[in-house]
């Protein structure tokens, strides 16, 4: 029950975390957001590793760390605010939400993840799903193939990142991965420092408070609760969860920013969810017999031979 309460923290934040790029998006480029929203990470990561005074992750878990921080962390939130602004909402849902694919696919590979029928079948329902919200929400902006290309990183750099952190986490605390794999991360994206200073100046408070609440919350928190679901499941099962992302997104439109969903739009989000559901059930067993029930009684004979 914790594992699934923490993943479902981390759905719902990091849909959350849509409405605030969309603002945020409008006065920081794709480097200097990516950056301040993981110094914000960093900084909150880092008080809360302080006062519980966890250490340093065991040397067996720094690979997975520094891997998962440099394509997750780093890259990813790089390449996917440019890939963003250079496609539209359908091409951008079609090409990064092949990311969770990736990940049942490498964990297959790599961990020896199993892909039971459910999970795959959830997840091509849920993809479909995604694909339809993202058609619909789209408006009449183009998609260049550079745009594409990067979105395809985004969703690759995803993948590896989530599944370089699964090993990791059987070393150290869901806390020490995702603070040091934050930090990683920002030390990648510390060339854009330079924009970041100069764009926060002239930036609206709105757009900067948004920045740091993708830091506190999306980043800090919610990568910490996917960590700590991840520990506890298999890289396949926790990205098939993250389709829920899109269902989520527009119900926070519709109610934080009075985008009112079409028919299509609930459509692709209840074949998200349903998808979902279906890649997070389990078979039931069939009824055993019970083995342990008592047998007759033996005969006076058999007992008084014994």
């Not at 199993?114 to 009449?140: I, N, Q, W, Y």
């Not at 370089?164 to 150290?172: C, D, M, N, Y």
């Not at 910490?224 to 520990?231: D, F, K, Q």
Request: glycine share 12%; net charge positive; charged share 10%.
């Amino acid at each position: 029950m914790l594992a699934a309460g923490a993943a479902t923290v981390t759905v719902v934040l990091w849909a959350s975390a849509f409405v605030s790029i969309r603002s945020a998006g409008e006065a920081y480029s794709p480097g200097a957001l990516a950056l301040g929203r993981l110094l914000s990470g960093v900084l909150t990561l880092g008080a809360i590793w302080l006062l519980r005074r966890e250490g340093l992750p065991p040397r067996a878990a720094w690979r997975g760390i520094a891997i998962s921080g440099l394509l997750w962390f780093g890259f990813y939130m790089v390449v996917l605010n440019w890939g963003e602004q250079q496609v539209d909402a359908g091409t951008a849902a079609l090409v990064v939400n092949v990311g969770p694919i990736l990940i049942a696919l490498l964990g297959a590979r790599l961990l020896g993840d199993a892909l039971p029928p459910r999970l795959l079948t959830g997840m091509a329902v849920s993809f479909a799903g995604a694909v339809t919200v993202g058609l619909s929400m789209s408006g009449e902006g183009g998609s260049s193939l550079f745009g594409v290309v990067l979105c395809l990183l985004a969703a690759v750099a995803y993948a590896g990142g989530v599944v370089a952190q699964k090993p990791a986490l059987a070393h150290a605390s869901a806390l020490q991965v995702t603070t040091f794999g934050c930090l990683v991360g920002a030390v990648l994206c510390l060339p854009f420092a330079g924009q970041l200073v100069h764009e926060a100046a002239g930036a609206p408070v709105s757009a900067t408070l948004n920045m740091v609440y993708l830091g506190v919350f999306p980043t800090a928190l919610a990568f910490t609760t996917w960590a700590y679901a991840l520990a506890r499941t298999t890289a396949g099962r926790m990205g098939a969860t993250t389709y829920a992302v899109p269902a989520l997104v527009v119900l926070m439109s519709w109610l934080a920013l009075g985008e009112v969903p079409g028919l299509l739009t609930l459509a692709g989000g209840a074949l998200c969810l349903a998808g979902v559901a279906v890649s997070r059930s389990r078979r039931h067993p069939a009824a055993v017999p019970d083995r342990a029930a008592p047998t007759a009684e033996p005969r006076r004979e058999d007992a008084g031979r014994a």
